[in-house]
C-alpha cells in the first residue's frame, strides 16, 4: 500500500536549492556517453596532488580498530590548528578550536550558534552558493548585498552594507579570498566589516578557506587580526583547497566568543566527531603550510595569467583580474548563463572537445542578478586552460543568444 503520499517533507526539504555547480552534470554524463572529451571548469576540484604526507598519514593508519575521534578533535590536530595560526599571527587558545568535517562544518555551526530561525545573515552577492544551502537548513535568512564586477567584487561603501541592518541582523557572512569572484578584501574593507559589526553588535563569519591562494598580497590575512572586533568573530577554515585534499573533510572553526563555544561545542557532541584518519594525517600539512601552499599560489597565479589574459581579448567580455582563490567570474556577451552553459555541453563542440562552466546567477540570490556573469575554476593545467579559452571563443562566435556589439 502506498502511504509515502500522505506526508510532506518540511518547507527546508522544499525549499532547498540545487547547486549550480552540479545541475549542469546530467548535460555532461550525456556528452561524454556520445564520446565528447569535457573540460571540467565548473567545479572547485583541485587537479593537483595533495601533501605526500597526508597521502602517507592515511595509508599507515596502524590500528585495525577505527574508533571516533573526540568530539573536539583529536588533540593533536587541535594543536596543530594552534600552531597553524600562530604562524598566521593570531593565538587562540585550544579551547577556542573545534576540527570540523570540513569547513562545510564549520560554516553550519556557526550559522546555527549565531542565529535562531528568521534571524538574518548579511552576505555579499555573488558568493559561495553553498551559504544558501546552509541558510536554508538552518532557516536563517541572508540578506545579500550585491558587489560591482565593475570594482572587481570589492566591498561597496559602508552604507549600502548598514542599510540592510534590520533588528534581526544577527552577523556578516563572507568569503576573501573569495569563491567564486577572486577579490581578495584588503584590510581597508575587513575594517569597514568590523566597524559596522561592532557598530550594529554582530557577529563576522569570516571564512579563510582560501587564505594562501593569493597573487598579490599577504598570505597571512585574517579577519581575526581586526582586534575591534575580534572577539566576535567566527573563523571558517578548511584544508581543502589550500592542501589539495577536499576529499579528507577536515576543516575548523576558530572563535573566543564563548558563547558561541559553549554550543558549538555541544553542536560538536550531538555529531560525535570529525573523520579520525583523515584528522590525524593532516597535522604535518598544519605544522608547516607554506612549505606546500606557497608553491601552491604560483601555480594558481600562473593559470590565472593564462585565463585572464584569454578572456580578456574576447570581444565583448568583461573581466577582472582576480586576486586570490582560483575563480575568474566574467560578465559574458550572453542571453543567459545557464543556457549558455548547457548549449556548451549539448551543442558545441571543437575537435570532438567542449567545455563545462558554471552559470553566474546560482551565486546570486536576487532573481535576474547574474544572468551574464559564468565561473570558471582554474583546476587544469595551463595547456588545458589555453584550450578551453579557445573553446570558449569559437563558441562565442556561434552561440545563438550572443548579445552585444
Ligand atoms: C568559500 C568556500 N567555503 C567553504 C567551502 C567548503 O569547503 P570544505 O567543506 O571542503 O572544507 C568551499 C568549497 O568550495 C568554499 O569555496
Known sequence: ?????????SVRARDALPSPIRKLTPLADRALADGVSILHLNIGQPDLAAPDALIEGIQQYESRILPYAPSQG?????????????QVGVHYDVSQILVTSGGSEALLFALMAVADPGDEVICFEPTYANYFGFAVMTS???????????NGYHLPPAEEIERRITPRT???????????????FSY???????????????????????REIVFEGPRDMSMAKVEPTADQTIIVDSVSKRFSATGARIGCLATRHQGVLDGIHRFAQARLSAPTVEQRAVI??????????????EIYRSRRDVVYSELERIPGAFVRKPEGA??????????????FASWLLTDFRLDGE??????????YLTPGLGTSEVRFAYVLEDNALRRGMRILREALAVYPGRTEE
Not at 1 to 9: D, Q, R
Not at 74 to 86: I, K, L, P
Not at 354 to 363: A, K, R, V, W
Open 284 to 297: 604535518p600539512l598544519l605544522e608547516e603550510p607554506r612549505a606546500y601552499t606557497d608553491p601552491l599560489a
Open 74 to 86: 583529536v588533540a593533536g590536530t587541535v594543536r596543530a590548528w594552534q600552531r597553524y595560526y600562530q
Open 1 to 9: 500500500m502506498l502511504t509515502g503520499n500522505k506526508v510532506s517533507a
Open 140 to 150: 536563517v535568512r541572508i540578506v545579500p548585498v550585491p558587489l560591482d564586477p565593475g
Open 188 to 210: 581597508d574593507e575587513l575594517n569597514v566589516i568590523s566597524d559596522i559589526a561592532a557598530r550594529h553588535n554582530l557577529f563576522v563569519i569570516s571564512d579563510e578557506t582560501y
Open 170 to 184: 544577527r552577523a556578516i557572512l563572507f568569503c576573501s579570498p573569495g569563491n567564486p569572484t577572486g577579490a581578495v
Open 354 to 363: 567542449t567545455l563545462m562552466i558554471s552559470p553566474g546567477d546560482g551565486f
Open 326 to 339: 582560483f575563480y575568474i567570474f566574467a560578465v559574458l556577451p550572453i542571453d543567459d548563463g545557464d543556457r
